[in-house]
């Protein structure tokens, strides 16, 4: 009778498994393996065929255009970038905007403390003639009442 080892398939089909890779891994692992002037000019090939099939998309749809396709990706770029300036802009601006609120503040409270030390001071100095005199009839009060 034969002998059949199942664990010896079993070992042999992972093994086979393992040594399948998948076109995205192969694809992954050929990228990781580049220098880095050959993964920029990957990326400027993608770019370029990205900006022919555009042009080819447009031509197809009977868009004709005088802006090339390249030219349109760029401005769609400028765009984005535009974009994000403003919204920089508007940040910078809250920003300042605050700074602006938070100035305002300070110089209320100082004017604030300033009438309130100017009060402070004012309670603080010499009677003068007026409250002189007052102090003296409740002087003469209350020796005549006690």
């Known amino acids: 009778m034969k002998k059949f ?3 010896k398939k079993k070992e042999k089909q992972n093994k086979e498994e393992t040594t399948d890779m998948s076109t995205l891994d192969q694809v992954k692992k050929a990228y990781a393996d580049l220098s880095e002037e050959d993964k920029k000019s990957f990326h400027q090939s993608l770019k370029d065929r990205v ?4 042009g080819e998309q ?3 749809d009977g868009d004709r255009d005088s802006q090339t396709a390249k030219d ?9 970038r535009a974009i994000e300036e403003r919204r920089e802009d508007r940040h910078e601006e ?3 905007d605050r700074a602006d609120n938070h100035e305002d503040r300070i110089e209320t409270l100082s004017k604030r403390v300033d009438e309130l030390f100017n009060k ?3 309670l603080t100095k010499k009677p003068t003639e007026a409250d002189k005199s007052e102090t003296e009839e409740l002087d003469k009060i209350t020796k005549k009442w006690g």
Not at 72 to 80: F, L, M, S, Y
Request: net charge negative.
């Open 5 to 7: 080892n199942w664990f």
């Open 94 to 96: 809250r920003q300042n």
């Open 72 to 80: 349109r990706v760029d401005e769609a770029e400028g765009e984005k």
């Open 58 to 60: 447009e031509h197809l």
């Open 120 to 122: 402070i001071e004012a």
């Open 51 to 54: 900006d022919e099939n555009v």
